[in-house]
């Protein structure tokens, strides 16, 4: 139980435009899904926190109109990446919590992007 | 601002060896403390601990958390090859727009035949 999926696995794009990731809670209800990044050899990075109905909370430095979040179901939220830039290229992944437990968090696959 | 330290930054040993992956902690209204293991993708989670002194364990792993010193730690007995990973420690804080989960940088081990 407790499956994350991500689509797609892997995208390249040209630089300017913009890509759309989608993380899912397969078998379990999300109220709360999270947004990492990853650079290559770096820790994962909290981008924002996504609520199911409403507006997600991003951290210090993450601007808010280059990554859209959507939360609009309790299994399902998108990252969207706006005119993406070379250094946008990174491993991004979400993880979803399951309702009313916070502690145990379940990780997608991630999602490589590739700005060229 | 919310820190997590782990020790050491990689290391590499060889088949049936114990390792001993170290991670300390600064966070304001600590919650808990996660173990997480990355190979080529998304971090898969093995522990979660709360409590001062009580040995989580796991097969050939076990973690235990002092809150008194802020650190934990996380053993491997016995190491496969399939033991090699980033082993990533994570811990959540309780800030005014709820819980934070903050990572440090990882433990790269290498198992060895």
């Known amino acids: 139980g407790a499956v994350v999926s991500q689509h797609p696995s892997w995208v390249i794009c040209k630089s300017g435009t913009s890509v759309k990731i989608e993380c899912r809670s397969l078998?379990?209800?999300?109220?709360?899904m999270f947004w990492y990044r990853q650079f290559p050899k770096q820790s994962l990075m909290l981008m924002a926190t996504s609520n199911e109905g409403s507006k997600a909370t991003y951290e210090q430095g993450v601007e808010k109109d280059k990554f859209l979040i959507n939360h609009a179901s309790l299994t399902l939220s998108t990252l969207t990446v706006t005119s993406a830039h070379p250094e946008d290229s990174s491993f991004y992944i979400c993880?979803?919590?399951?309702?009313?437990?916070?502690?145990?968090?379940?990780f997608g696959p991630g999602t490589r992007l590739t700005v060229t | 601002e919310d820190k997590v330290v782990q020790s050491p930054l990689s290391l590499v040993v060889h088949e049936g060896d114990t390792v001993t992956l170290n991670c300390s902690y600064e966070v304001t209204n600590f919650r808990s403390l996660l173990w997480y293991k990355q190979e080529k993708k998304a971090p898969t989670f093995l522990f979660m601990l709360?409590?001062?002194?009580i040995e989580k364990k796991s097969g050939r792993l076990s973690s235990i958390l002092d809150k008194k010193e802020l650190f934990s730690i996380l053993n491997i007995t016995a190491t496969q090859t399939g033991d090699s990973a980033v082993y990533l420690c994570a811990v959540v804080g309780l800030t005014g727009g709820g819980n934070k989960l903050t990572f440090g940088t990882g433990t790269q081990l290498k198992v060895e035949l």
């Open positions: 078998d379990f209800q999300a109220t709360t």
């Open positions: 993880s979803a919590g399951l309702a009313g437990d916070y502690y145990e968090q379940y």
């Open positions: 709360t409590s001062s002194g």
